[in-house]
């Protein structure tokens, strides 16, 4: 059996595999959002310490075979099984976790489901627990490279309400409305960003 592949995270499964294995904790559970095909959960779960446990979830249920399909093809004992999450729901199918990772999907969405992400970390994660970001970012408003900007244009025609999302005037103000602190921002290939927010030890929202 042949699953959906995606092929630019087999460019960025590495770079982002380092920040993980630098800032996760040693044990928990790792929820990941908008998983895709489950490519970034079979590569990377294997390489993580063994007391962290992957959860995979999309919105589309349809994503759910390849996910599976993919953890299953590459032997992951610590890969739970996909799961339907809507970070717009206001309810989840998960009621705690100790890391919510999430690549590529806040441009790829309307910006509600940015808002939906940063209200579900902030009900399901523990104070100090990370919340991390992978894609592409505007640093101050401005696109950090051409390409960037023509990726941007790409995605409002598909959908007026998607676009790349500017990190310093809406994704770290968002973050803060949540209880999130800004703890690094990794340059990454390809105009690409890891972000990594904290979830504040005391409320200051
Ligand atoms: C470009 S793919 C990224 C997949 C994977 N993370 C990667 O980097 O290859 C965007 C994913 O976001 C998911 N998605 C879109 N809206 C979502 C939402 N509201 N909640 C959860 N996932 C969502 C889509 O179903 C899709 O799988």
């Known amino acids: 059996m042949s699953w959906r592949h995606a ?4 460019r960025n499964r590495e770079p982002i595999l380092a920040v993980l294995q630098r800032v996760l904790p040693e044990m928990g559970l790792l929820l990941e959002i908008a998983s895709g095909t489950g490519e970034h959960a079979a590569f990377m779960s294997p390489r993580l310490s063994p007391s962290l446990i992957w959860q995979p979830s999309d919105a589309n249920p349809g994503a759910l075979t390849d996910i599976d399909g993919h953890v299953r093809d590459a032997g992951c004992t610590r890969v739970r099984p996909a799961i339907v999450l809507d970070v717009c729901a206001a309810v989840w199918p998960i009621a705690a976790a100790d890391v919510i990772f999430c690549c590529n999907m806040i441009h790829i969405a309307p910006w509600a489901a940015a ?9 399901l994660l523990p104070a100090g627990a990370p919340l991390i970001l992978y894609g592409p970012f505007k640093r101050h408003g401005v696109h950090t490279a051409p390409s960037n900007e023509s990726f941007d244009q790409g995605l409002k025609t598909q959908d007026a309400r998607w676009g790349v999302r500017c990190l310093d005037t809406e994704v770290v103000p968002l973050a803060a409305r949540s209880g999130f602190t800004l703890e690094e921002i990794v340059t990454m290939p390809a105009n690409n960003l890891t972000i990594v927010f904290r979830r504040n030890t005391t409320e200051t929202f």
């Not at 092929?7 to 087999?10: F, I, L, V």
């Not at 808002?115 to 009900?123: H, I, M, N, S």
């Open 115 to 123: 808002e939906g992400l940063f209200t579900g970390g902030t009900r």
């Open 7 to 10: 092929p630019a995270t087999e």
